[in-house]
């Protein structure tokens, strides 16, 4: 029996994953246990879920792999500052020491934490390292249901790359293409992030979110200045008008003179029609960048099937695009995506490249990505009496009947059932959820419940098998990482007066029969739920069904805004009295916010940094 554990740290979303003789059996992200959201820290507490829950200590472990290399990513640092110097002294002052003192000691580094877990553990032999790309290829095409497959991975920067094509098949992969930094799809559209006054490495999908409200006026502009598209989708970036290689910030005085603009200042202004026009300008260029590729590759390589990871790869907008176009027979993305996933991709590389090991079925291996802990009904009893909650314990028939009762009702629900999510989506484990019916509910989430920005839309979990009755869909997409539009029978047609309205105007127009998770351009982040993976969440949208007609809930994930989605039992309570949510549903436990004791209300709309 092989024993792999994967680890991501030091950058942001720190994770562990771990696999036993190829079947991944735990991951999850060290914010979730440290409640700081994207926390970059090395992920103790993540690992020490993951060896519980394999039942393993880690002197049992046969290999521990990192995502990335050190040592070519403080190359690459290096000639960075060279190439640019005298320009990133400042920048380079900073890092160095830090670098000097302790990364380019990784091994050493990794070693003393690791013996925090077990002071048994002694052999440094067992510690290896991936390249930060091939941790994401990995992660994208050995848990794919495809015996072969073309892979793509873009994100801001590993060490030296920031896109690559890979090619899999059976067991192998290998990476046949590289774009290198500073040329990067990923930190093109962090710039523009920061410009438009969001915080790197987490604002991404609130640009993505605004784009739809603006018009792509600058797309010709960003075409022309800042990227230059090469016809196979290869780029490059015009390095004046950026300014991460060297220095503290993402654009340059050239970026904002060229717009007319400074970046907003989120704490002191709003956002107006040019930061829209120039999320949908952004937005745009991204997709044309993925579709060449996307096409190009296809074109080359003669592959149906498309593989997707990098942060890059949560651009569901783009995924869409790709899928829409019938480029691929079939497209399939990790729902971890970002970095997180990187650990769970060094440890597959290290099982199928290194130790040569076949790959044995080709079905979908993430598990509906449900791999992180869960809580026995007995735990969460005993925890709510410790806080002194109010609550009835039903038989799971009883609580999906009462649950869609709420839900038809109005009420906003938490959801709190089985393993947490492993990645950035909430799909049914850690969920608030409600009426998508509803033409005010997307405001009221958003406002009254998540704390964050009202144009932000949601997204709709809908049975599998009604997916094409709703939108134009073919296929699943179980990881709420495809953005399809809603079937024409579903759409409310905008008189010309609500054709006119600018920008946010537009957000409280009804557009569907599903109001709630349709977004301006008649869009939504479409989450197939099946039986196989999740029977409860799947019962209950059936019972809603039933009920309302309406195959489809609102699923958010359960936190408020610049919170890490909740992990325990306790953190659903707290966000919960912290919230106006109308009702809970931990495991068996149903809970009415009116029944609960006043004492026990979280002041939670300032617990939280912005994200």
């Not at 680890?7 to 991951?27: K, P, R, T």
């Not at 799809?185 to 993505?208: P, Q, R, W």
């Not at 610049?562 to 919960?576: K, R, S, Y």
Request: with cysteine; charged share 25%; aromatic share 12%.
């Amino acid at each position: 029996m092989t024993k792999i554990l994967g680890i991501s740290a030091f950058y942001h979303d720190s994770a562990a994953a771990i696999i036993v003789n190829g079947e991944i059996l735990a991951a999850a992200q060290e914010e979730r246990f440290s409640r700081k959201k994207h926390d970059p820290a090395y992920p103790f507490n993540a690992v020490e879920f993951v060896l519980n829950f394999a039942n393993l200590k880690l002197s049992e472990i046969d290999y521990i792999v990192f995502y990335e290399k050190p040592f070519l990513k403080f190359e690459r640092l290096l000639e960075t500052y060279v190439a640019f110097a005298p320009r990133g002294f400042k920048q380079f002052t900073k890092s160095m020491p830090s670098w000097l003192r302790e990364k380019l000691f990784q091994k050493n580094m990794l070693l003393k934490l690791l013996k925090n877990h077990d002071n048994r553990f002694k052999d440094e032999k067992k510690i290896y390292f991936s390249e930060h790309h091939m941790s994401h290829a990995a992660s994208a095409y050995y848990p794919s249901p495809f015996d072969q497959a073309i892979v793509l991975t873009a994100d801001g920067v590993g060490e030296w790359a920031t896109t690559t094509v890979a090619i899999g098949k059976g067991k192998d992969l290998s990476i046949k293409k590289e774009i290198h930094f500073p040329h990067s799809l990923g930190l093109l559209y962090s710039a523009f992030t920061y410009f438009t006054g969001f915080k790197v490495n987490s604002g991404e999908y609130k640009l993505m979110g605004l784009a739809p409200y603006g018009e792509p006026r600058f797309e010709k502009v960003i075409k022309d200045k800042l990227i230059d598209i090469k016809g196979d989708g290869s780029f490059k970036l015009a390095q004046d008008y950026f300014d991460y290689a060297t220095g503290l910030k993402m654009t340059s005085s050239k970026f904002h003179k060229l717009f007319g603009h400074e970046p907003r200042d989120s704490k002191k202004e709003k956002l107006t029609q040019f930061h829209m026009d120039i999320a949908a300008s952004i937005q745009k260029v991204t997709e044309e960048v993925m579709i060449n590729l996307a096409t190009s590759l296809k074109k080359e390589f003669g592959i149906k099937n498309l593989c997707l990871a990098g942060g890059v790869a949560l651009n569901c907008v783009a995924n869409g695009k790709i899928l829409e176009k019938k480029i691929f027979e079939n497209i399939w993305i990790q729902p971890a995506a970002g970095d997180a996933g990187g650990s769970l991709g060094a440890a597959l590389a290290m099982w199928h490249l290194e130790l040569k090991k076949e790959r044995k079925n080709f079905k979908d291996q993430m598990k509906g990505s449900y791999l992180g802990p869960s809580y026995p009904q007995d735990q969460i009893e005993n925890e709510l009496k410790k806080i002194k909650a109010k609550f009835e314990i039903l038989n799971d028939e009883h609580l999906i009947e009462k649950t869609a009762e709420s839900l038809k009702n109005g009420d906003a629900v938490g959801w709190f059932q089985g393993r947490m999510e492993f990645g950035p989506r909430a799909l049914g484990g850690r969920s608030i959820l409600g009426d998508p019916r509803s033409s005010t509910m997307q405001k009221n989430l958003n406002l009254k419940v998540k704390y964050r920005e009202s144009f932000r839309p949601f997204a709709p979990s809908i049975l599998k098998e009604q997916v094409n009755k709703w939108f134009k869909l073919e296929g699943e997409s179980p990881y709420m990482l495809l953005v399809a539009e809603i079937l024409e029978n579903k759409k409310i047609n905008m008189t010309d007066q609500e054709k006119n309205l600018f920008g946010i105007e537009k957000l409280n127009i009804q557009r569907s029969d599903i109001p709630a998770v349709t977004h301006v351009d008649y869009s939504a982040r479409v989450q197939t739920v099946s039986n196989e993976t999740n029977p409860k969440y799947y019962q209950l949208i059936k019972k809603f069904n039933e009920k309302t007609n309406c195959p489809v809930l609102i699923n958010t994930s359960f936190n408020v805004r610049g919170e890490p989605i909740v992990n325990t039992p306790l953190d659903a309570f707290n966000c919960f009295m912290g919230t106006e949510m109308d009702k809970l549903v931990i495991g068996n436990c149903f809970l009415d916010k009116k029944n609960q004791n006043k004492d026990l209300q979280k002041d939670y709309k300032n617990q939280f940094e912005l994200d």
